[in-house]
């Protein structure tokens, strides 16, 4: 049990005591709230952490890799894109722009679940793709892609790009975990770790209602300022902070206060088409004003 805050080292603290609302299993689980750096780290980790990632958990599901027609499709719209063709744009395009990377480097996706993006990534052309996960069931490997069930700290090499898409947040020491990116990256290289924060209005409004507090999977959520507190003590630069949040921080936090899980909510019945696009331009307009409840922020080593 840590009593400092995980990325600035603080000792000044608020709490805030959440419970398992994705598959309604409830449990008190006690965050801190660092009163310098605004972070949250949960205070005690269980033992067992299996039981809050089931067979359904999102991340797990099994997909269907594209056929060839799909994979020249994708590919020709990944350099449509390169060209400046910005219509061809989706958001793992972005994100590949925003990093600087080419088909050739290689990338490691960090957490990857079931490898859906590096199947994309696969698709648009890129070869040297490399997946890690704990918690998955069947390895992957071709001569080009490859997703092993490895922990985070135990990966061996190098790369020249690292991704983190929402799997940073389940770390229990972020410090740690930044000092292994700057193990992990070549001289130049870029890391992206996309996941909640805590400048999100959101979150200073409903608290332990919060949708990505996600208590008790997410250990650890940042703000952008200890991020760049993180970053900075791992020799890595922070270039770019992209807000991308959703409009599921409205819909996901109202089920919540309505006392009703995620995983058994109807949601195509649960709110009406005005109200979810209300949620998405309240989510648009918060990405804008640097006040959504996360964000896409980009390293260079």
Known sequence: MKNYCPACQSSDFSQ?????????????????????????????????????????????????????????????????????????????????????????????????????????????GFRNLQGFDPFIEEEVHLNSLHIEKIPFLEIKGTFDVLMFHHSFEHFQDPLRAFSKIDELLKPGGRALIRLPVTDGLIWQQEREYWFQLDAPRHLFIPSVAAMKIMGEKAGLQLEKVVFDSLPNQFWGTEIYKRGQNFVDFDLENGFTKAEMNTFAAKAATLNQNGQGDQAAFFFKK
């Open 16 to 124: 805030v005591i959440a419970s398992e609302r994705m598959y309604g299993l409830g449990g008190e689980f006690l965050y801190r709230e660092c009163l310098r750096c605004k972070s949250l780290h949960l205070v005690q980790v269980p033992e067992d952490m299996s039981t809050f990632y089931p067979d359904n958990y999102y991340a797990f599901k099994p997909i269907k890799p594209d056929g060839f027609l799909i994979r020249w499709l994708k590919r020709a719209r990944y350099y449509g894109s390169s060209l400046g063709l910005t219509w061809m744009d989706n958001e793992y395009l972005g994100w590949l722009k925003n990093l600087g990377t080419s088909p050739e480097e290689s990338i490691a996706d960090i957490g990857c679940g079931n490898g859906n993006l590096l199947w994309q990534l696969h698709s648009c």
